[in-house]
């Protein structure tokens, strides 16, 4: 069976600080990766995604994610977090059925 | 550029009345996606239409129907509306189906049912 967890249910980050959110997937196939923010009342948005080749991948706002196919990981990071980056945020893998999976999401607080 | 575009905003349902969410891309893409949101579950696949003409189950079907009008719209029938189906619905749509591209969402659908 296939599914993305994200173990952080909620993280509180103060501005300026570093921001790690963490993702596992378990996929036997080639798993395609991405990214999604949600900020609060609006649609998801993709902040990035990994397809194949160099495993860290850059995206918007300043946001990086690193794969790392040994711990079926897809670490989601920023160096310095801006009050504008409080929002959910969603792991999700692409299937060879059609189909996106979508992890249980992480919330950001963003203390001043 | 109108991307997805969800109707309504926002619906308030008695037990049992039936409703249509609409859903309209105007990116050409041949995929769409409708998904609830509920607190703690993420986003899950109710159906979806990996192309105009073909429309298939995904994880929690029941309760709804859903038609491929055209390749533009994709629409969301509710036909005895349940106080289990308050949630977020979510439109979505990619060139093809997800597996290596990305998929639009539209801004989403309140419904709560009473």
């Known amino acids: 069976a296939q599914s993305v967890t994200q173990p952080d249910i909620h993280i509180t980050v103060s501005e300026g600080a570093s921001l790690e959110l963490r993702c596992n997937y378990s996929y036997g196939a080639t798993p395609y990766l991405f990214w999604y923010v949600q900020s609060p009342g609006q649609g998801l948005q993709l902040l990035l995604k990994?397809?194949?080749?160099?495993?860290l991948v850059q995206g918007i706002k300043g946001f990086e994610a690193e794969f790392k196919r040994s711990q079926s990981s897809f670490n989601l990071r920023k160096p310095s977090v801006h009050w504008s980056d409080a929002a959910e945020y969603f792991c999700?893998?692409?299937?060879?059925?059609?189909?996106?999976?979508f992890g249980a999401g992480t919330t950001v607080t963003v203390r001043a | 550029n109108a991307g997805v575009t969800q109707t309504p905003k926002f619906q308030v349902l008695k037990t049992g009345q039936s409703m249509t969410l609409q859903c309209a891309q105007d990116m050409n893409h041949n995929s769409m996606y409708w998904y609830r949101q509920d607190p703690g579950m993420g986003l899950r696949l109710i159906y979806y239409s990996a192309s105009e003409g073909t429309t298939d189950k995904g994880e929690v079907p029941n309760g709804y129907n859903v038609s491929r009008l055209n390749k533009r719209e994709f629409s969301l029938r509710l036909e005895s509306a349940a106080p289990s189906q308050t949630s977020v619905y979510f439109c979505?749509?990619?060139?093809?189906?997800?597996?290596?591209?990305?998929?639009?969402f539209g801004q989403g659908t309140r419904l709560t049912v009473v």
């Open positions: 999700a893998v692409g299937r060879n059925d059609y189909k996106l999976s």
């Open positions: 990994y397809f194949s080749g160099d495993t």
């Open positions: 979505a749509s990619s060139e093809r189906p997800p597996m290596n591209t990305e998929a639009f």
